[in-house]
């Protein structure tokens, strides 16, 4: 696999990068889409709970997207939280079989929508919290083992469970051949389409430098400039503190707007391999200036732009 060059790897103790962060809350969210915390518990009668309902932004539930449904489990604990004062959290955790060829998902996703007035082809950002809470180990040689944070319509709405020519934004993590047990971390990829829908490529793939560690908090945030079918992301390690921030990258498809369906997850083709996860935080909403500010984007239109990649 051929990848890019990662030229933007920070450490957060750096002084700018401190001293932009203390500007400002990053990825303030917009008061019209509500936040999903599970702070709410485990549930359907409310938008914060897991499967939780529709409202507020979102347009239903949380999905599980696991053809094999009786070995995947997903909770809302509060025993181990993200981050200090964190509160509830949602884990997820799967039971694989031990054939090369089972083929098996544990995703979960959610789909938002512009029911508060955020525009699904105007400028915002996505975020959340992830952390991998169990050594991976097993047959992890195999290609299409890894972790999937993405938005791809059907994925929500269908019963889809990968990455395709209509996906639009994908971070990615191969595990590697041992885990991530101290010797064998990999690091996160994120897919730089060329907004055509055309054959997926490896060779578009950007390698961030930020390694999966077991039991580090990552935080993620999506900037999306659906207009011109770009991206850009964010990557911090909140137990490290580091920070990475990538360049301008393009959707796979053609399509100028978001879908809004969100998938999160593991999927395992190799066969034997029993991941237990957490996620946080999710948030959709416009970007703040200052958020802006910091990733190196310039203002336009009397309100926010994007900077274009260098033709």
């Known amino acids: 696999m051929k990848m890019k060059k990662n030229t933007h790897i920070r450490a957060a103790s750096k002084t700018a990068i401190l001293a932009s962060i203390a500007c400002f809350a990053f990825g303030t969210v917009s008061a019209d889409i509500l936040p999903l915390r599970f702070d709410d518990g485990n549930g359907t009668s409310s938008v914060d709970q897991f499967a939780g309902t529709g409202g507020d932004g979102w347009a239903g539930g949380w999905v599980s997207r696991n053809p094999q449904t009786d ?73 299409n083992t890894y972790f999937n944070f993405m938005d791809r319509p059907g994925t929500v709405t269908g019963d889809l469970n990968d990455f395709g020519g209509d996906g639009r934004w994908l971070i990615r993590n191969y595990p590697g051949t041992a885990g991530p047990t101290g010797t064998g971390q990999a690091n996160f990829l994120l897919y730089d389409g060329e907004k055509d829908g055309g054959g997926f490529n490896t060779d578009r793939f950007v390698d961030s430098g930020v390694t999966l560690n077991l039991e580090d908090v990552y935080r993620f945030t999506i900037l999306l400039n659906p207009e011109e079918g ?82």
Do not use: C
Request: overall charge negative.
């Open 71 to 143: 070995n995947m489990t997903t909770n809302v604990v509060n025993t181990n939280p993200l981050t200090t004062g964190g509160g509830n959290y949602l884990s997820v955790s799967g039971s694989s079989g031990t054939s090369g060829n089972d083929n098996r998902f544990y995703n979960i996703g959610r789909q938002y929508n512009d029911s508060t007035g955020l525009a699904l082809d105007a400028y915002h950002e996505v975020s959340f919290e992830f952390r991998l809470d169990s050594v991976i180990e097993g047959r992890l040689s195999h290609v």
């Open 230 to 311: 770009e991206w850009q992301a964010r990557i911090q390690n909140l137990t490290a503190n580091t920070d990475y921030l990538s360049d301008v990258l393009g959707f796979r498809t053609d399509a100028t707007s978001a879908s809004g369906e969100l998938l999160f997850g593991f999927r395992d083709r190799s066969g034997g391999v029993n991941p237990t996860y957490s996620f946080d935080n999710v948030t959709v909403a416009i970007p703040e200036p200052g958020t802006l500010v910091l990733l190196g984007i310039a203002g336009v239109a009397g309100l926010i732009g994007f900077r274009r990649r260098k033709r």
